[in-house]
């Protein structure tokens, strides 16, 4: 049983910055890579950011390169998403993702290789 909760969204200015946070659950031997993504009304669910498990190897959606940072504690397997700099296009609902990692550089971009998913927090950029 693994579970991933995701924490920190909320309403913020165009140009603020917001810091989400998010934990998986497992056994104590388990390592995840984590990642992050996002569902705005009426779109398709699309890839924000992925860390791998030894925290250093990292990839950012071209839309928020720049922007956007990811970071975690991997002894606890908590993932951080630090969003400056927000769009309006940045609203939706932010969704944290784990799988076992087979290495500490492993991640992904792709929601299929992804085994355990949050319930989703809502981040709403306002114009």
């Known amino acids: 049983q693994v579970d991933v909760v995701e924490s920190g969204g909320g309403l913020v200015q165009a140009g603020g910055s917001l810091r989400l946070s998010c934990a998986a659950s497992?056994?104590?031997?388990?390592?995840?890579?984590m990642g992050w993504f996002r569902q705005a009304p009426g779109k398709e669910r699309e890839f924000v950011a992925a860390?791998?498990?030894?925290?250093?190897?990292?990839y950012f959606a071209d839309s928020v390169k720049g922007r956007f940072d990811i970071s975690r504690d991997s002894p606890n397997n908590v993932v951080y998403l630090q969003m400056n700099s927000l769009k309006p296009e940045d609203t939706g609902v932010y969704y944290c993702?784990?799988?076992?990692?087979?290495?500490?550089?492993?991640?992904?971009?792709?929601?299929?290789?992804?085994?355990?998913w949050g319930q989703g927090t809502q981040v709403t950029v306002s114009s």
């Open positions: 860390i791998g498990w030894g925290g250093f190897s990292r």
């Open positions: 497992g056994s104590i031997s388990d390592v995840f890579a």
């Open positions: 993702a784990a799988t076992r990692a087979p290495d500490p550089t492993y991640y992904s971009k792709r929601e299929y290789e992804y085994d355990y």
